[in-house]
């Protein structure tokens, strides 16, 4: 008998399901308990009208159950009983756990639009912490949910699915519109891999607003500030990059935390997902806050009443570290977004009418644990002459440091940022498209070799779709969470295809396909 079910990230067991433990790190219990909070929820959605404090706390609360965001079973119980205040006396009820359906498709649709509704509730959750908000979000997130405990056709839910990718575009655009308001537009920046010979912050995770408090918080400290993982794109905002004391980006993707953490010597602060199970090395400096949470790690309280957190408990701690030992000593090119390449758009299009570029490849998402991921440097490194890759995500951290040139004085590695940032690339495209007075984005010399790791990667994958974008390759592998039906859908109608080697791969997107 299984103690629990989980097949919701690329890592799952055997690309089949979890049973007794999450690949991740996750208890057999905690993932119930993400299972119970996902019950209650339903109930939630099916018995209130959305209003902003009830959207807030939805989106909040899906956030906390997507993967390696949040691993403390006290944090979920609380959540929980939250949730069932919140519905208050009810009859209503919804499905506990993912098998509790028997149907494979039915449960293949319901499993995916609640994947792409974790992912859009991520980005709904990080643009209401920056005072940005849209209650269509918010309505469609209960709609939607209610759906999967109602009995709805293939048809109907397939529908939902595609409609959960043009409310996740929205809520990615609101997002957009949040950090470039707040912070300004990312701007072309080369970022240190070095150390300083002072102690360190480390910042993890995806939450902007944290590294500002923390940055004005430390300025006067004596300390620098580090990016890890998917915090790398902050040295591009110009209201960020201000603070002298944002030394540089320390480490890797999130997955080599066990090796770079123990290294860094100063505290870490965990903002939001990608927390990896801690070590004895360095649990004793380590940090969250937002929807981060690890039993027996410090969490940094959230705002009251619009007051920065108080980061005074890190900032000590730092004061008496060492400085962090050096890992690499170089620099990473990134800033951009879509502001900055459309500012270069002329340049673009005449370099891909001249013949200088022949082809954009898409190859943003999630890096992973799994060897085969190499495929993706392989892919990088066999690209030809002539290939732009357009990247955001943690995905960049397999090809960001290679050595490949420019073309004309554009880099052939454009990040645009955070997963988060997904939507400058599909900006980006768009606009091309009217650039050259094509009817269809898919005329573009244009091709996607996606990684996809967790549940934002399914957002962005559905809002790709809505867009209208086909001929994806996404690894390295399709979720297992697809039923053979639901894969073939996919395949037939918007040409989803898994990947095989780097050389046949490259080979078929320079030929279109």
């Not at 890096?367 to 190499?374: E, F, I, L, M, P």
């Amino acid at each position: 008998m299984n103690s629990m079910f989980c097949f919701q990230c690329q890592e799952t067991y055997g690309n089949t399901g979890c049973t007794r433990a999450g690949v991740c790190g996750k208890k057999a219990a905690t993932a119930n308990l993400m299972d119970a909070l996902l019950c209650r929820l339903k109930v939630l959605a099916q018995e209130r009208e959305p209003n902003r404090e009830l959207g807030r706390f939805m989106v909040h609360s899906l956030f906390l159950t997507i993967t390696n965001a949040n691993f403390d079973d006290a944090r979920l119980e609380s959540q929980i009983r939250q949730a069932a205040e919140l519905a208050g006396e009810t009859t209503a009820t919804a499905p506990l756990g993912v098998l509790s359906c028997e149907d494979a498709d039915i449960r293949s649709l319901r499993e995916l639009l609640t994947y792409g509704l974790k992912g859009l509730a991520a980005y709904a959750d990080h643009a209401a912490v920056l005072g940005k908000e849209d209650d269509s979000i918010y309505a469609f997130v209960f709609r939607a949910l209610a759906a999967t405990t109602q009995e709805r056709t293939a048809e109907e839910l397939t529908a939902l699915v595609l409609e959960c990718g043009t409310v996740a575009v929205k809520a990615m655009e609101l997002l957009d519109a949040a950090n470039t308001e707040t912070y300004g537009n990312p701007e072309i920046t080369s970022v240190r891999t070095g150390v300083g010979t002072r102690p360190g912050i480390l910042v993890s995770g995806h939450d902007l607003r944290d590294m500002r408090e923390l940055l004005e918080q430390t300025k006067d400290a004596g300390i620098d500030i580090y990016t890890h993982s998917e915090m790398l794109p902050a040295h591009y905002y110009p209201e960020l990059k201000q603070y002298p004391h944002l030394y540089g980006n320390y480490g890797n993707a999130w997955h080599r935390q066990n090796m770079e953490f123990p290294a860094f010597n100063g505290p870490i602060l965990m903002t939001t997902n990608c927390i990896t199970p801690v070590q004895e090395s360095y649990k004793d400096r380590i940090f969250t806050t937002g929807p981060a949470g690890y039993p027996g790690v410090p969490h940094i309280a959230d705002r009251v009443g619009g007051r920065p957190k108080d980061f005074s408990k890190i900032i000590a701690l730092a004061q008496k570290c060492p400085p962090p030992t050096p890992l690499e000593d170089g620099e990473i090119l990134g800033g951009f977004a879509h502001h900055q390449v459309l500012a270069l758009a002329d340049k673009v299009v005449a370099a891909v009418q001249s013949g200088a570029i022949r082809r954009f490849i898409v190859m943003a998402g999630c890096d992973g644990r799994q060897a085969s991921r190499t495929y993706y440097t392989d892919v990088a490194s066999k690209l030809p002459e002539g290939t732009v890759i357009l990247t955001a995500g943690c995905a960049k951290y397999r090809y960001n440091k290679l050595n490949l040139g420019e073309i004309g004085g554009i880099p052939r590695v454009l990040d645009a940022g955070q997963c988060n940032d997904c939507y400058s690339l599909a900006i980006i495209a768009l606009k091309l498209k009217e650039a050259f007075g094509l009817d269809d984005v898919n005329q573009l010399p244009l091709s996607f070799d996606i990684a996809w790791y967790e549940q934002k990667a399914v957002a962005v994958l559905l809002a790709v779709l809505s867009l209208g974008f086909r001929n994806l390759r996404l690894g390295p592998t399709l979720p297992a969470f697809l039923s053979p039906g639901v894969a073939k859908v996919l395949v037939e109608t918007f040409g989803i295809q898994g990947i095989a080697d780097a050389e046949t791969d490259v080979a078929a997107m320079m030929n279109g396909q």
